[in-house]
């Protein structure tokens, strides 16, 4: 459970406008801007990060009020356990009742190595082209599994393959917004 609370800290942290600014200007973090977050229980059959493969902790999905979103993954690096990614993106779009395309732009990339703001690592934000999408229904409480795949601006690569064991997921509404997801018609 403890894990639960350091990914949420983090997905607050990455869920931020603006967060490459702020972080040049004296570290001084930016206020949170997540309005949703969908904590999803299963295990990553892929997970691999510039040529290394992982296995994940736990995984996690967030929405802002400006429409950015993320699925955030908590590797598990016996070396590091702040490592975590999320693949960011905006203009997400459902294609029908059970699935949502996320187009990848950046991928948010987090360890022990970062500098900290509140005792929380600060990360890196590398521009990236790749899409995410995710089988399931988060009002129905389900997702079935996560596609992810991105590369870097210097050629690294990120994939995941997540399938859930079938638990219903953990959704929260954390602040209301207006809907930004389309439904494709």
């Known amino acids: 459970m403890r894990f639960h609370w350091q990914i949420l800290a983090a997905v607050f942290l990455i869920a931020t406008p603006c967060l490459a600014e702020e972080v040049a200007n004296d570290l001084k973090p930016p206020e949170p801007d997540t309005d949703m977050l969908a904590l999803m229980s299963g295990r990553c059959s ?4 510039a040529g290394r493969d992982f296995a994940c902790k736990a995984v996690a999905f967030a929405h802002s009020t400006r429409g950015r979103a993320y699925f955030t993954i908590a590797l598990d690096d016996p070396g590091d356990h702040s ?8 203009n997400g779009l459902r294609t029908d009742q059970n699935q949502y395309e996320l187009p990848i732009d950046r991928m948010v990339l987090n360890s022990k190595h970062r ?30 599994s996560i596609v992810c795949f991105a590369t870097d601006r210097t050629g690294k690569r990120y994939e995941l393959r997540f399938e859930s064991d079938g638990s219903p997921i953990t959704l ?3 602040r209301p917004s207006a809907p930004s997801i389309r439904l494709q018609g």
């Open 172 to 174: 929260r509404k954390v």
């Open 83 to 90: 490592h975590i990614i999320s693949f960011s993106g905006e």
């Open 46 to 49: 892929i997970l691999n990060v």
């Open 115 to 144: 500098p900290k703001v509140d005792g929380l690592p600060v990360p890196f934000v590398e521009s990236s082209a790749g899409k995410c999408t995710q089988f399931g229904n988060f009002a129905m409480g389900q997702v079935s």
